[in-house]
């Protein structure tokens, strides 16, 4: 793979194509002078004091928390079982960790997984469990508490990309405004920009994903549909793969990402046709397709000011990581691990063949 490339593209047709294609994108890279970094941690000490929790559940948070500084996972609250059991235990009983672990690994094939990336409960002590034990002005200001730290934790470590996996922090009865910013959902999964670390002049990438449990929690048909689950499972994987190239200052285009969201909300769209219904997930088209030269340039200047500035910031971030990648060539990774790295079986060969509709001809 040509590392010094600034873009990579994503595309699919069909369903059977999205696996394959996903592969292709892989990054399985670590820092050349890596070092698993706990300097950023300091702050849980006190929190744990604050919220009075155990010895067990501050070793589990560390030992989540550590791992390559220029990467963090962040996830929404830890298991109920994070102040009970060993690390281990912990992960084992967690489905929402092991889903993270397999993404991580099948991303970065092999070479990076839970144990070396951070991972960081954005209200770090705040068990499902320990919250519905509280009054509810109680438990907002423990919360309050946990986001606070967070952002400490956050500006101490200044990784150089932020994966968001979770969804619950961008309502008004939270006041913190960075746990506001760093949320996301399935609509926004694997969309990217820059993120300013409050208190300090550091900018990170951020990249939004959506909180694995939403795998594992699916709605029912006929509300929902094998094909979605799938294309979740899809979507949650490329999230992780688009911070991968990130992080070599190589971003993932093409409306294969947007078309992905859209069948992981609401299944493949039925297109009719004079010879019977079209199942089809393309949603979207490229740009370039429909629009003119001066109509690209027109939506272009649509864009407010705050959104230029951050696709600015974006592509000045990405070129300095990709100068820093060829720079350094032991940013490690080689065709060879991506060939025969780690890789997640296709959940395809899992749920077997998809039930197809009857389908016209695609339209011309």
Known sequence: MDRSQSSRSFE?????????????LRCPTVPFNATITTNHLEPLQGLARDLQAGAQALRNAYELRTGYDDLAVILLEPSDKADSVCFEEMLESSPALKAVDESLRHAFAGMRDIRNTIILDIRAFRSNRIRQTQPSIE???????????????????????????QCQTGTEEVK???????????????????????????????????????LKYQREPPGDTLTQKVMREYLFDAGFIVAGNALVGQRVKGVGL????????????????SQGPLVSYQ????????????????????????????????????????????????????????????????????????????????PK
């Open 12 to 24: 699919f047709t069909d369903i059977d194509e999205i696996y394959p294609a996903l592969l292709k």
């Open 258 to 273: 947007s078309n992905l969201r859209a069948s992981a909300e609401t299944g493949p769209v039925m297109i009719p046709t």
């Open 283 to 362: 949603f979207w088209g490229e740009e370039d397709d429909y629009l003119s030269s001066d109509q690209l340039e027109e939506l272009e200047s649509m864009k407010k000011p705050c959104e230029r500035d951050n696709e600015r910031k974006l592509e000045n971030l990405l070129t300095r990581f990709r100068t820093r990648t060829e720079r350094e060539p032991g940013f490690r990774g080689n065709s060879t691990v991506e060939r025969q790295g780690y890789q997640k079986a296709d959940i395809l060969g899992k749920v077997g063949p998809i039930p197809r509709l009857p389908q016209g001809p695609r």
């Open 139 to 165: 438990r907002l200001a423990d919360d309050e508490r946990a986001y606070s730290t967070f952002k400490q934790i956050i500006s101490r470590l200044k990784p150089d990309v932020i994966l968001v996996c």
């Open 176 to 214: 913190n405004d960075f746990a506001q910013r760093v949320c996301s959902s399935v609509k926004e999964a694997t969309n990217i920009s820059v993120v300013e670390i409050s208190g300090t002049e550091h900018h990170s990438v951020m990249i939004k994903s959506f909180h694995p449990m939403y």
